[in-house]
């Protein structure tokens, strides 16, 4: 049982390069998301699927797209990267039958572009 | 509407001593709080979590939070400082139906030995 899986784990791009970060679950959840973590600015939702088929957008969505590929699967694509885009991307699922299931998160990407 | 202010950003304590860490929340409909913590290079795991149930909520590794509705407050603690606890900690806050969770800035623990 591996819980929630990233990858890749570390990436640099060139500005302009676009790229796609990879999410799996085991554990059978409804829902997925993607946050970004910045340096004094806690965790901000980036898109999130409420369940399979269906995706959203959080807080920062901008030059991000996304696809739940089935109920294991959720990816972030980066068209064109730019630098304000450098940051550590979180994965996390939840059951989500209620508000107050807990978020499991996996270990994450950190993104350099330069 | 909701958010969650986490004064300061790093609290440094000495092994064996009190740990405590501070979350102010604000939310138009009753709440949901949680503390989550972070290890280096690590995601975040769920230390504890409010549901309405009990104001007073024990999690993991000896942890500990109150919420309070007339300070709208949710300050973690622990009795005794561990090393491995140093990290870094996030309070979280969600509400009514539809509603998504919302981070705090979080705040790095450092354990002195």
């Known amino acids: 049982n591996a819980g929630v899986t990233q990858t890749p784990k570390f990436q640099v791009l060139k500005t302009g390069q676009s790229m796609t970060l990879q999410c799996a679950q085991d554990m059978n959840h409804n829902s997925m998301y993607w946050y970004r973590q910045d340096p004094g600015m806690g965790l901000r939702l980036i898109y999130y699927?409420?369940?399979?088929?269906?995706?959203d957008k959080g807080e920062v969505p901008n030059g991000y797209n996304v696809s739940r590929l089935n109920k294991r699967e959720f990816s972030l694509r980066l068209e064109s990267a730019a630098p304000s885009q450098t940051s550590v991307y979180f994965c996390a699922s939840s059951d989500s039958r209620h508000v107050t299931d807990t978020q499991y998160f996996g270990p994450g990407t950190r993104l350099t572009v330069l | 509407a909701q958010s969650v202010t986490q004064l300061g950003s790093h609290v440094s304590v000495s092994e064996g001593a009190l740990v405590l860490l501070r979350c102010n929340y604000s939310?138009?409909?009753?709440?949901?709080l949680f503390w989550y913590v972070q290890y280096p290079n690590q995601g975040l795991q769920l230390l504890l979590k409010y549901t309405s149930a009990a104001t007073l909520v024990k999690g993991i590794n000896g942890f500990e939070a109150e919420f309070k509705k007339s300070e709208t407050s949710f300050h973690l603690t622990k009795p005794s400082a561990h090393m491995s606890d140093a990290a870094e900690y996030f309070c979280?806050?969600?509400?009514?139906?539809?509603?998504?969770?919302?981070f705090g800035k979080g705040i790095t623990l450092s354990v002195r030995p």
């Open positions: 939310s138009s409909v009753p709440p949901y």
């Open positions: 699927s409420a369940s399979e088929g269906t995706t």
């Open positions: 979280a806050v969600t509400g009514g139906a539809n509603s998504k969770l919302t």
